[in-house]
């Protein structure tokens, strides 16, 4: 298998930057993988901080390109400081050290809580218009999704420095750990709470339950990697399934839970496609080639 890259994936042990290594190391890529201790995946590893700028340097050092996925994962994976200080200040010590280092292509994870509607424990604000698109207003509502948000405002600070830079906004990531809970919030929506099965975090995917299976997020990111780009570009996509797990229709819901307040602005789509996403999946497709291939609604409709 030839050698098409040298790639950094910061995060490489957690739950997501796993299958990005995976999927990097199958299609021909050499990864360096760095986090606070050594994953599984068979990759050179560097032990240290995402927030610890000698750390970072010595990570950047000889590679090609970066895929920063390295973060306190949702608003249950620490205090508002220590998600602001990891995601933030983290995200900042990885752009900093490719621009010195002179690495011109960066892939960063975003989250589709830059939206501000993801999370029913907290202040949920209804999107103003489904699909929701790159053009919606970003309204984040808790730390997390505003560390996302300063993350894309940084990751486009370092356009300017000529740094082609992809942000991908993921929605929740339905693991195989998650599958349980998932299952769970079906059997009882109303009742659902916490992780009654034994998973790593509650099922998650805001109101309408939208996700993404791992190796379809891992593909994403190759191939925003892969995609050509020119120096000084920054671009965004909404990653997700183009179907929810919601037991109930995508339109249906919406008028359910928030009457005529989100304007439909594609009814075809929800017609045609009942289970349609909340957001945006086509720009992903024209641009990147990526469409989601791992579907998870049996697990809602055994």
């Not at 960063?108 to 949920?124: I, K, L, N, P």
């Not at 420095?161 to 693991?175: D, K, P």
């Not at 599958?179 to 659902?192: L, S, V």
């Not at 929810?244 to 989100?262: V, W």
């Amino acid at each position: 298998m030839t050698d098409k890259g040298f790639v950094l994936v910061t995060g490489a042990a957690g739950l997501l930057g796993r299958h990005i290594v995976r999927d990097l190391t199958e299609a021909g890529y050499r990864v360096r993988g760095f986090d606070l201790g050594v994953g599984p995946e068979p990759c050179e590893w560097m032990v240290g901080d995402v927030t610890s700028a000698a750390d970072v340097a010595a990570a950047v050092d000889g590679v090609d390109a970066v895929i920063h996925a390295a973060a306190r994962a949702n608003i249950w994976s620490g205090s508002g400081e220590e998600i602001m200080q990891t995601n933030v200040m983290g995200t900042w010590q990885v752009f900093e050290a490719a621009r010195k280092a002179g690495i011109g292509n960066v892939i960063f994870c975003s989250s589709d809580s830059v939206v501000g509607y993801t999370v029913r424990e907290g202040a949920m604000v209804p999107p103003r218009y489904m699909p929701v698109d790159l053009d919606h207003p970003l309204q984040a509502t808790d730390p997390y999704a505003l560390s996302k948000i300063i993350g894309e405002d940084i990751a486009r600070s370092y356009t300017h420095w000529g740094m082609s830079v992809v942000a991908l906004r993921t929605v929740f990531v339905a693991y195989p750990e998650m599958e349980g809970e998932i299952r769970a919030r079906h059997a009882d929506p109303q009742a659902y709470k916490g992780t009654p099965a034994g998973g790593p975090s509650s099922a998650g995917g805001g109101a309408f339950y939208n996700y993404i299976e791992p190796r379809d997020l891992a593909r994403a990111f190759r191939l925003a990697l892969e995609r050509p780009v020119n120096p000084g570009e920054f671009r965004a996509y909404f990653i997700a399934n183009a179907e929810t797990l919601s037991p109930e229709p995508t339109l249906e819901r919406a008028r359910r839970l928030h009457g005529d307040a989100i304007a439909v602005r594609d009814p075809a789509l929800y017609r045609n496609r009942p289970f349609a996403s909340l957001y945006d999946t086509e720009l992903a497709a024209r641009d990147l080639g990526f469409v989601a291939r791992n579907s998870l609604r049996h697990l809602v409709e055994e």
